[in-house]
Nanobody, 111 residues
Framework: QVHLVESGGGLVQTGGSLRLSCVVSGRTSNSLPVSWFRQAPGKEREFVAS???????NYGNSVKGRFTISRDNAKNTVYLQMDTLKPEDTAVYYC?????WGQGTQVTVSS
């Protein structure tokens, strides 16, 4: 069983930046990605970004060029650097590995 804990959410103004962290504990595969999803009120959960140890990262269309996913294997942590934030980025952000999900961290972007 993989356990995921997110942190780093908060309130930021339009154009600002935040960095989310996801600490991953448990046994993971090099080929399966750790992913970030988000869910805004009244909307479906949306793919944001994913990264495994083998291939290049993938990004959702709405965040390409603004968000960067990375990992620190020594710290078992996956990061989501979010730049040029927009009000439409407001959501609860979740870390995911296979069928495991974190508890989520709230990101609010004020206009």
């Amino acid at each position: 069983q993989v356990h995921l804990v997110e942190s780093g959410g908060g309130l930021v103004q339009t154009g600002g930046s935040l960095r989310l962290s996801c600490v991953v504990s448990g046994r993971t595969s090099n080929s399966l990605p750790v992913s970030w999803f988000r869910q805004a009120p009244g909307k479906e959960r949306e793919f944001v970004a994913s990264l495994n140890r083998i291939t290049s990262p993938n990004y959702g269309n709405s965040v390409k060029g603004r968000f960067t996913i990375s990992r620190d294997n020594a710290k078992n942590t996956v990061y989501l650097q979010m730049d040029t934030l927009k009000p439409e980025d407001t959501a609860v952000y979740y870390c995911n590995y296979w069928d495991s999900w974190g508890q989520g961290t709230q990101v609010t972007v004020s206009s």
